[in-house]
């Protein structure tokens, strides 16, 4: 297949699912991680989409990913709680720490919970979000065990991974204020994207094997870094936020910050919930995130035909829009889930009968 579909979201979770059942995974947990990869692609964020199936199909075959587990809890107190991920599945891992995480701050205010040897957890944005409708404020960390693709400020090598954090606070009377953002200068599944895309990324993004910026996307594989957020100019912000995050991560979780013995591909995922409702009365604390939001947003706008924008507007924009026209999947997302269902051993005809009830683009 060498064009774009307009997929429809749910024949897309479909597909996804009974792919991952094929692997291994059971109904219930397939459906879960199919509906969080779909979400991503669409929010607009196809580097943590259905493009991650045949990732998880492969993780499954080598033992990276065990199906059928839960988190178990290693410690546990009343307003904190480590747990095992034991390698299941990301998504399944994350939502129950972040539900866990809002539970304990509706009686405590705040709560940390951290959860170590988890697969990938996706997109961060979905917990916080997850977060703000139980009403929470909440942090997120996550880093990745054995790959170091992000070369620390004045290195060549990488030494640390992509070390996402996002934030969130509930808005009154409006949507949430979503942040999700690597400490990386880009995501690296946005690199791969381009990568199979046969297209170069940005000036600024990558560094080769020499240390020498390049927009080959191929040289990322091929022993090259991407560099931390801020880029060749000022990395050095991104680097210092990128460390906070593999130990707040890492070392609070116990599953380890990145390292040269870190040999099995997992995340480490720490959430902080905070309850508002407990720190002041009457809803203060989202009655001013709205007036601050709408002050913000008051601001003459620097370009006559765009307006100022809220984190998080730019996925429920978009999300809107691809509910209401379509969900735009690549060819190159196309071949992936075509090999992905040949590796898992699915029958062809799951995704031929899915390109052709799916109208081109």
Not at 118 to 136: F, P, S, T, Y
Not at 150 to 167: F, K
């Amino acid at each position: 297949m060498s064009v774009d579909l307009l997929a429809r979201p749910r024949a897309l979770e479909d597909l996804a699912a009974k792919i991952l059942v094929a692997a291994g995974a059971n109904a219930d947990e397939a459906t879960a991680v199919a509906r969080y990869l779909v979400m991503s692609d669409l929010v607009g964020h196809g580097s943590h989409g259905v493009l991650r199936v045949k990732q998880y199909v492969e993780q499954i075959q080598k033992g990276e990913i065990v199906c059928r587990v839960e988190p178990v809890v290693v410690s546990e107190g009343q307003g904190f709680a480590v747990l095992e991920g034991g390698l299941g599945f990301g998504q399944i891992g994350a939502e129950h720490a972040t539900r866990l995480a809002c539970a304990k701050a509706k009686t405590q205010a705040i709560a940390l919970v951290a959860l170590r040897n988890i697969a990938h957890v996706g997109r961060l944005g979905d917990w916080v979000e997850l977060a703000a409708e139980q009403g929470c404020v909440s942090f997120h960390f996550v880093n990745t065990l054995s790959m170091p693709r992000v070369a620390p400020w004045g290195g060549r090598e990488g030494r640390l991974s992509t070390n996402p954090l996002a934030w969130g606070m509930p808005v009154a009377g409006g949507a949430p204020i979503i942040v999700d953002l690597t400490t990386s200068v880009v995501a690296e599944g946005k690199v791969r994207l381009n990568r199979d895309a046969g297209k170069p990324v940005p000036e600024g993004w990558i560094v080769d094997r020499e240390g020498k910026s390049t927009t080959d996307a191929k040289a990322l594989y091929d022993g090259g870094s991407l560099l931390p957020l801020g880029g060749l100019e000022a990395g050095h912000k991104g680097y210092a936020l990128s460390l906070m995050v593999d130990l707040m991560a890492g070392a609070i979780s116990g599953g380890g910050a990145s390292g040269a013995d870190r040999k099995i591909n997992c995340n480490n995922f720490t959430v902080i919930a905070i309850d508002p409702t407990l720190l002041a009365a009457d809803d203060w604390i989202v009655t001013e995130a709205a007036r601050f939001s709408a002050w913000l947003k008051s601001a003459t706008p620097a370009k006559a035909d765009k307006s100022v924008l809220m984190p998080g507007d730019v996925e429920r924009n978009t999300r809107a829009r691809q509910q209401r026209e379509g969900l735009l999947l690549s060819a190159g997302a196309i071949k992936t889930l075509t090999d992905a269902a040949a590796l898992a051993g699915a029958p062809v005809k799951l995704v031929e009968d899915f390109i052709s009830a799916t109208p081109p683009n």
